[in-house]
């Protein structure tokens, strides 16, 4: 299907396409609305003024065109609460016969990750919100970012789904054949049939990229005698006016859906828009077909490593420019490579299959029900992974699924009745244990193989997780970054003379007044929200734990720290403890390794001792940490414990600190000052400081024995997102430093104390 997608100009009301003849098509329009848990609102708001109301606007107006339409939970919740006309409009559509409603799992989670239970009860709460509220239950479910493994339709027909909406990318690795995506098909699992509708990747990118007239010219080159196709173009509804650029193209100047709406409406005599189930009740499917797991066709590049994204999208563009039979059987990764990419991905949902089988275990009634509502809204899909969209990379979206998980855990094991615990368990599916010490106050995991270092250190009372911080990957998207980059600093040339002008690029602000002409797809290449961001790129050799035990030469930086260039002398930073004793409240790890000097090699021996303890509105957490030189030759360097905090600093927001001590002795004189918790700072010399959130409630303080010098820098990764390339701070690292020097068979010890001071009503965890 050929589609135009020079920006749209504004133009007079459509005319009737000649149809040369009795062919016909139907059109299936659906549209899927979504606001992820913790998205800030006024962005949701934002999103309704430009996309949800002025659509909701526009079928009132075109009463002739009908369509599907999928609001998500989160969604739906938000608009009973900010604009409840909402929902009397809406129902008024459904009542007029326009409008169908889809279901599909409630807080939008991608039911491969959930439970068998999960799945279940995500997908039913929706059929029976739907029912409640507008007197219908859904035929149809959406399928978060239409990722389909072979047991979705068991998912779906348990629930009382009869069919959904896939990719064309799932229909061509499936080996169907090409027409098929104009019809439907069926596909089964366990005895459950389920429908399937695939929407097409060209309406997905010409809707609302392409110009009217030649949408319409494309549509009515598929239209058959017998008038047995559908059109389908299931996608994002922020696309219409939330994207950037889109809002004064959609409904402005532009006026692209009007003209749409009208010009469907002036050809209705060979195309009709249909809602998906009354076109499935009256056209069977045509053929039975098993995708295998994958989702859409940018997903399938997504979720590959850097080098291996290279390599897929090299091979498919270049077998697809020479229509090479083949191309179909270049599939790309999964949706579950995410969990393989982020090791945070896989610790979220890690957490998230701890907080579920806790609340399974729990006895029914309320509390269980209130668990059990904090552990769906945390397994919302948009943190779990990365694409276009800032997803896992986006701070506020991970604290508030985490925070929601944690509150379920705090239900599931009795609140401030919460008994202590301490046990080895492979808690996040890597195949070695971790070790988990919790109570009433805190739950810590430590992993023994890298580094005994923190992976989690969660504030039950303030639904805190201290400890998640991203670490700095490469992107394959990076390339494009530095190619851009490059390409601006080249001294210019003036063309060819018969050379093609570049494209423009995607716009970078979403901006009302962006002139129609400038619209582009979010598929676009980005350009950078501000310059020079391609120097800002730095990978992590490690990943971000708290307590890592280092081992650095004297004179490495702050700089060289923040710019990953440092010289890692030791051997304990990511490498395999022993634990030695565990137990509830403390934890004993001890590492036999090595510390290079410039003489050769010292045998070193580090024992590091995990205590947590104190009250549930006061938590503790000391760690203490002994170096021992096993070799004859003495060692010198400089010792180093590690920490990533997130406090939701990003954009200096004032409400999240570090509070610097003052005094003799303390590295600065006078009282104390307050710095933005996304700086950088250094005390020559400190016994302490303190870190925190005003708006979590959330304070703690940080003793150093013996005193030490202390530096903390930002931790941002560079990511693309649909406005452009652009710097997200992810946290904070804050550095304890020694300096070292052992005698053969001496030893020095170091320790920090934290303490944590809640200020928020903890006496019901449900709220």
Known sequence: MAVVTSAARPEGRPEAIDPAGP?????CLVLH???PIGNFDWVVARAFARAYDPMLAALERHPRIRVGLHYSGPLLQWLDREQPAFGERLAALLAREQVELLGGGWYEPVLALLPEADRQAQLRRTADELERRFGRRPQGAWLTERVWEPSVPADLGRAGYAWTILDDEHLRTALAPPDLVWESATSDDQGWPVSLLATSQALRYGLPFGEV??????????????????AVMGDDGEKFGAWPTTFEHCWGSG??????FAGLEANEAWLTTVRPSDWLAAHPPTARIYPPSGSYLEMAEWSLPPAEARRYRTARAAARAQDRPEARFLRGGTWRGFQARYREANDLKAQMLAASRAVAAMPPGPDREAAAEHLYRGQSNDCYWHGLFGGI????????????????EDLAAGGAAAPSEAHLLDWDLDGLPEAVLGDAAQTCVVDPDEGAGLTRWDLRAARAALLAVMRRRPEAYHDLLRAAEARTTEPEQAPEPDAAPEPDARAAESDAKADAEAVHSIHAPGLALEPGLAAAIHDDRHERRGGLVRFLEPETSAADLLAAREDELGDFLDRPFAVIRLRPGELVARRDGTVRQPDGPRAVRVTKRLLVGGSRDQPELRLAVTVVDLDRRPLACDLALEWGFDLAGGGH????WYELPGGPGDGIAGSPERRPHDGAGELVEARGLAFGNDDLGLRVEAAIRPSARVLWYPIETINDSDAGFE?????????????LRLAPGEKASVEVRYRAFTQVAAADPRR
């Open 653 to 656: 927001n004032p409400a999240a």
């Open 213 to 230: 007239e030649g949408m319409l010219g494309s549509l009515r080159d598929l239209a058959t005698l017998d008038g047995r196709r559908v």
């Open 255 to 260: 006026a692209w859906v009007e003209r749409w």
């Open 393 to 408: 990379y986006l701070v506020h979206l991970r604290l508030a699924a985490l925070a929601e998980l944690i509150a379920a």
């Open 727 to 739: 710097r997200v701070y992810q946290g904070s690292c804050l550095l304890q430093r020694w300096p």
């Open 33 to 35: 609305n979504h606001q």
């Open 23 to 27: 062919r016909r098509i139907s059109l």
